[in-house]
């Protein structure tokens, strides 16, 4: 069954309207017909089955049917603070880290982020139409947001009021995620923030700085990851850790 976002000013009680460029997909590619069953999500964390009542170029006109009880969002708000890196590797950054459950992807600033970088980095609206298309495809029920590029110290400012920061680290021997897990008392952890050094990694200052701040430091394994491996990989562990990937079995 397919699955749809349309944003929830489009809802009436009874029924809600697919606009824009989903809309030739619909038609063009799915050829989707009237009176097949759809799913609609409002984008704003609720699900209804539906039913399509009408199909043409400029709209879908969708009857709702019921609203759905589905939740597939875990429990954990992750938070990924990511070094900018260069090219287009923030692209698979954002399609991976949606599709294994992060919040928002926060691209900051940090020493080593490349010069040009840090005064031409605009690209937050393709970003996030990577991230609703990655939110489609994996079915999530919230659509996780790029935020505006964050500097190094507001990005540790705004990490005071998180449950856990986790800070993957090339240098850092002897502490992995599995140790850290055992540290916690896992009833009081929801919000976390991931931060990933950009090519080149992290400077020691911003390591000694983040250790004081109470973040985890801590190694993947053995072998170096490059940036745009390293955040999903992390969210991975976690989710798996502390999350919902694995199942509940």
């Not at 928002?104 to 080593?112: D, K």
């Amino acid at each position: 069954m397919h699955k749809f976002f349309t944003p929830i000013e489009l809802f009436t009680d009874t029924h809600t309207t697919i606009i824009g460029e989903d809309v030739r997909h619909i038609y063009k590619v799915l050829r989707v017909t009237q009176g097949e069953k759809v799913v609609i999500n409002n984008l704003n964390g609720e699900e209804f089955l539906g039913e399509v009542e009408n199909v043409n170029k400029q709209e879908v006109l969708i009857k709702i049917l019921k609203k759905l009880d589905i939740n597939n969002e875990s429990k954990l708000n992750i938070t990924l603070f990511q070094g900018i890196p260069k090219a287009s590797k923030m692209d698979l950054i954002v399609q991976k880290c949606v599709e294994l459950g992060v919040s928002q992807v926060i691209p900051t600033i940090t020493n080593r982020v490349d010069i040009k970088i840090k005064g031409d980095f605009k690209k937050l609206d393709r970003l996030n139409k990577i991230a609703l298309e990655a939110s489609k495809q994996s079915k999530r029920t919230i659509i996780p947001t790029v935020e505006n590029v964050m500097e190094f110290e507001d990005a540790i400012k705004s990490m005071e009021n998180l449950d856990l920061v986790v800070v993957p680290y090339e240098n850092a021997t002897g502490f992995g995620i599995k140790s850290m897990v055992k540290t916690l008392d896992l009833s009081n952890v929801k919000n976390i923030g991931i931060m990933v050094g950009p090519e080149g990694g992290f400077e020691e200052e911003e390591i000694e700085i983040l250790k004081s701040k109470g973040a985890n430091i801590v190694t993947l394994g053995p072998r170096i990851l490059r940036t745009e491996t390293a955040g999903f990989t992390c969210i991975a562990i976690l989710q798996y850790e502390l999350g919902d990937v694995g199942g509940n079995i």
